[in-house]
């Protein structure tokens, strides 16, 4: 007997690299908001594959293709443990984010490695991937891809609110989707604290012993993209032209830049965000104690902790969601959030091969 529902794993790795987030999503074929994540984890990549998708934007074409297919390999196997591990019997596709390596809309490049046909091979299964390529084609940014399902799964906040490598938000004005990325943040956080041997910030607790740099500050706040109107979207080639030189004309200790970086993200938001708003904050920067009083300063607003479970996987939720759009042939793209000529349904399917 059928019950409706659609059974689903959504894979995300974010510029940050965090590791994989692998969530398994059962969801009404219809009544999108009825949905649960039945099983979801966090895959940490070792640092061989950490170095290597660090160092994926100074490859040339061929080594691009090398490593989509190993990645795509690396993918399938990771699925297939957690398959195996969670005793997943029903599976009716994977939809995968893939890794952004390459993200220049406006010349019209995006890349996301994680060869689909690899992935699907090995588990088996059909795989629904590359989100963003037809949306660039069409003339749009390629991203935020998340805001569709902010709309269709969280219509009851005023603000969604992204804090992942980068800050993006969404949110509803004159009844169409208005979304974009905001700033950098987990992607320069994490690279200062690397420096002195942590992945994280915990908490923001180095950052809160700091001291404001204001001329920095300024600087930052300054930054050209800041003025531009949406949409618009940011990838890592814009953080190492724009932030990291930056940062580092500054012989300062990374206390003060974690501090003065902290600050520069919460006054973005809160340029952002209308006072007394109800926001919903997901992503890693969420666990950011710090950073979220900063936010709750600027934003004027009191924010209330979502569940751990969506701050880790909202986005692997999503993706799930953006598959079950593009399985259904149904709008998961749009055009006000990207800015394409167009709605569309965007995604390409894969199947086993024999």
């Known amino acids: 007997m059928r019950d409706n529902y659609i059974y689903c794993i959504g894979l995300m790795s974010g510029t940050s690299l965090d590791g994989i987030d692998l969530?398994?999503?059962?969801?009404?074929?219809?009544?999108?908001?009825?949905?649960?994540?039945?099983?979801?984890?966090?895959?940490s990549y070792s640092n061989e594959w950490k170095n290597k998708l660090q160092e994926a934007i100074n490859y040339d074409k061929k080594d691009l293709q090398i490593l989509d297919v190993d990645y795509g390999k690396f993918l399938g196997k990771t699925l297939n443990d957690f398959i195996r591990e969670h005793r997943i019997s029903k599976l009716d596709f994977i939809a995968s984010h893939g890794h952004t390596i390459l993200h220049q809309p406006e010349v019209g490049i995006t890349l996301q490695i994680g060869n689909g046909q690899e992935i699907s091979n090995i588990t088996k299964k059909e795989v629904v991937c590359d989100f963003r390529t037809q949306d660039v084609a069409l003339g749009g940014q390629g991203a935020p891809l998340v805001p569709i399902g902010d709309r269709l799964l969280f219509a009851d906040y005023d603000y969604c609110l992204n804090l992942g490598g980068f800050a993006n938000?969404?949110?509803?004005?004159?009844?169409?989707?208005?979304?974009?990325?905001?700033?950098?943040?987990?992607?320069?956080?994490?690279?200062?604290?690397r420096k002195i041997g942590l992945e994280y910030d915990n908490e923001?607790?180095?950052?809160?012993?700091?001291?404001?740099?204001?001329?920095?500050?300024?600087?930052?706040?300054?930054?050209?993209?800041?003025?531009?109107?949406?949409?618009?979207?940011?990838?890592?080639?814009?953080v190492h032209e724009n932030i990291f030189p930056l940062i580092n004309q500054y012989e300062v200790d990374i206390h003060t830049v974690l501090r003065t970086f902290v600050e520069h993200v919460a006054m973005q938001i809160g340029n952002v965000v209308k006072?007394?708003?109800?926001?919903?904050?997901?992503?890693?920067?969420?666990f950011n104690t710090f950073l979220m009083k900063r936010i709750e300063f600027f934003a004027q607003t009191k924010i209330k902790q979502a569940s751990t479970e969506l701050i880790d996987y909202k986005e692997a939720?999503?993706?799930?969601?953006?598959?079950?759009?593009?399985?259904?042939?149904?709008?998961?793209?749009?055009?006000?959030?990207?800015?394409?000529?167009?709605?569309?349904?965007?995604?390409?399917?894969?199947?086993?091969q024999k």
Request: glycine share 8%; hydrophobic share 35%; aromatic share 10%.
């Open 275 to 286: 006072k007394e708003a109800t926001i919903l904050v997901t992503g890693g920067g969420a």
């Open 204 to 238: 923001g607790k180095i950052a809160s012993e700091g001291k404001i740099n204001v001329e920095l500050l300024r600087r930052l706040n300054e930054l050209s993209f800041y003025q531009d109107t949406p949409p618009k979207s940011l990838g890592l080639e814009w």
């Open 317 to 352: 939720l999503i993706f799930a969601l953006l598959g079950v759009l593009k399985v259904q042939n149904k709008i998961n793209c749009l055009q006000s959030v990207t800015g394409a000529k167009k709605d569309h349904s965007s995604g390409k399917n894969f199947y086993p």
């Open 23 to 43: 969530a398994y999503i059962k969801m009404h074929e219809n009544l999108y908001g009825d949905f649960k994540i039945i099983q979801a984890d966090t895959v």
């Open 169 to 193: 938000t969404s949110y509803e004005e004159n009844k169409r989707r208005i979304a974009f990325d905001i700033c950098p943040v987990n992607i320069v956080l994490n690279y200062y604290t």
